[in-house]
């Protein structure tokens, strides 16, 4: 299985300011995935970061919104910029591995943000 | 608690019965099938998994079900105990792509 961190587990950010996210892995994998999940709701794949390329956005999803980063292997960042409350959502990440499955996403425990 | 699953459809099941999630999927072409369980405040982590070729998948405690015909998959778990309280989530990916689609989710509540 991998083991994946985020940083920071939780904020309230305000109107406007932007925030960062981190995702830490503890091996390296070749594509990280980025989620979000809004209050009562499922997943949603905001985009898909390669090391060494530009991240793949999802439809509805654009990169001046969600800036990300990916400069190794095991660490990506994900930006939500100039935020407002329908940003308020648990933001994941992902990583795509083969364990006790095929082909599964280990998931990291997720960043709750809220926005007022 | 967290948010998650305030606003799914809720399963309330007595601790020790068995327990039966549905998910309608949405692509026919997808041939690989997860569900993943989400506890309050984690991230969602893997269950049991089912390949297309494939019609039922046992794991311990839990079983799922997959009917291309309608394109329904199922969960099932066996003398369901108040650790399972959680929202599930199905997803699905097609052949030749990393992307998973996620279903709406339904929350399990054990009732003691």
């Known amino acids: 299985s991998a083991v994946i961190s985020q940083k920071p587990s939780r904020d309230i950010c305000q109107r406007g300011t932007s925030l960062t996210i981190q995702c830490q892995v503890d091996?390296?994998?070749?594509?990280m995935f980025w989620y979000r999940q809004q209050p009562g709701q499922s997943l949603t794949l905001i985009a898909t970061?390669?090391?060494?390329?530009?991240?793949?956005?999802e439809s509805g999803f654009v990169i001046d919104k969600f800036p990300i980063s990916r400069p190794n292997l095991t660490f990506s960042t994900l930006t939500v910029s100039n935020m407002s409350p329908e940003d308020s959502s648990i933001y994941l990440c992902?990583?795509?591995?083969?364990?006790?499955?095929?082909?599964?996403?280990?998931f990291g425990p997720g960043t709750r943000l809220t926005v007022l | 608690g967290e948010s998650v699953g305030l606003h799914l459809p809720t399963l309330s099941v007595q601790e020790g019965d068995n327990s039966i999630i549905n998910c309608a999927y949405s692509?026919?072409?997808?041939?690989?099938f997860i569900w993943y369980k989400q506890e309050s405040g984690k991230g969602p982590q893997f269950i049991i998994d089912?390949?297309?070729?494939?019609d039922k998948r046992q794991g311990q405690r839990v079983t799922v079900l997959l009917n291309k015909t309608v394109k329904h998959l199922s969960l099932q778990i066996a003398a369901t105990q108040p650790g399972d309280s959680a929202v599930y989530f199905c997803?699905?990916?097609?052949?030749?792509?990393?992307?998973?689609?996620f279903g709406t989710g339904t929350r399990l509540k054990v009732l003691a």
């Open positions: 970061a390669n090391q060494g390329s530009e991240a793949t956005y």
């Open positions: 692509n026919s072409a997808s041939d690989y």
């Open positions: 997803a699905e990916k097609g052949s030749g792509t990393y992307k998973y689609i």
């Open positions: 992902s990583v795509d591995r083969q364990g006790r499955a095929y082909n599964e996403q280990f």
């Open positions: 091996s390296q994998v070749t594509m």
């Open positions: 089912i390949r297309s070729n494939m």
